[in-house]
Each structure stands twice: as structure tokens, then as C-alpha cells.
């Protein structure tokens, strides 16, 4: 049996800086800069830490990385949205005007878009995933 002590989620990006304007500028996470150039540690809200690391050869991932787990899908859109964030749509979704996906994930509602990468970033809200993950 594998004994865990801690999960540490990471993906990559080919521009560290950029990466640590969105996140930190264009978000508002808190975001550590890791010594000699090894990546980014957004520092997340309820303790988890995810790894952001370069990669010269980075593919963005096909797949959301991430989904942010937010109070009011529609304020954070809107803020976001103000900030030149475009909310991305894909098929099989029913999305309203501002790309929301209403009634995703157990009743909440949903949202995606890219980061700077092209790596997917989803919002959700509604409790979803508490209730799927708890």
C-alpha cells in the first residue's frame, strides 16, 4: 500500500512569467515564485497548493486542468470578463449569453476558459463537487 502525505497537482506552461501575471494579476491567487526558475506554487484557498512548472516543449492540455471552485459563478464571469478573460464553449453544453453552463455538476453552474498556456480552467459553484467528493 502507498502511504500519501500530501497530493501536489501540477501541469505545465511554456512562459513562467506570464503564468504568474494571470494567476496572481488577472485571478488574484496568491502565487510563490520557486527558486532557480522551477515553476510557480499557486497557493490556493483551503490549503492546496498546485505546481506550475516550464516546459519549452508544453502541449496545453486538451482537458480542464483545474476547476476553481467559486462562491457566485456568474459575479466571478463578470469580473473576469472585465479583465479580457473569454470564456470558452464547447459542444454537448448548453451555455447562456456569458458562457455560462447552468445546472453542471450536481445543480451547480459552470464556466471555462484558458490561461495564458491554452491549459483549460473551469469555474464551478453550487457545491458540486462536495457533493461528488465528499
Request: hydrophobic share 40%.
Amino acid at each position: 500500500m502507498v502511504t500519501v502525505q500530501r497530493v501536489v497537482p501540477s501541469f505545465s506552461t511554456n512562459d513562467l512569467d506570464a503564468a504568474r501575471a494571470f494567476y496572481a494579476d488577472t485571478l488574484g491567487l496568491r502565487v510563490t515564485a520557486l527558486p532557480e526558475g522551477a515553476g510557480l506554487a499557486l497557493n490556493l484557498d483551503g490549503g492546496t497548493s498546485v505546481f506550475v512548472y516550464p516546459k519549452d516543449n508544453h502541449q496545453p492540455a486538451t482537458f480542464t486542468i483545474m476547476h476553481l471552485e467559486v462562491d457566485d459563478v456568474d459575479q466571478v464571469v463578470d469580473e473576469l470578463t472585465a479583465k479580457g478573460v473569454t470564456f470558452e464553449r464547447y459542444e454537448g453544453f448548453e451555455h447562456d449569453e456569458k458562457g455560462i453552463v447552468r445546472g453542471f455538476m450536481e445543480g451547480g453552474d459552470g464556466a471555462w476558459f484558458t490561461d495564458p498556456a491554452g491549459n483549460i480552467v473551469g469555474l464551478a459553484d453550487g457545491g458540486g463537487f462536495k457533493e461528488l467528493l465528499d
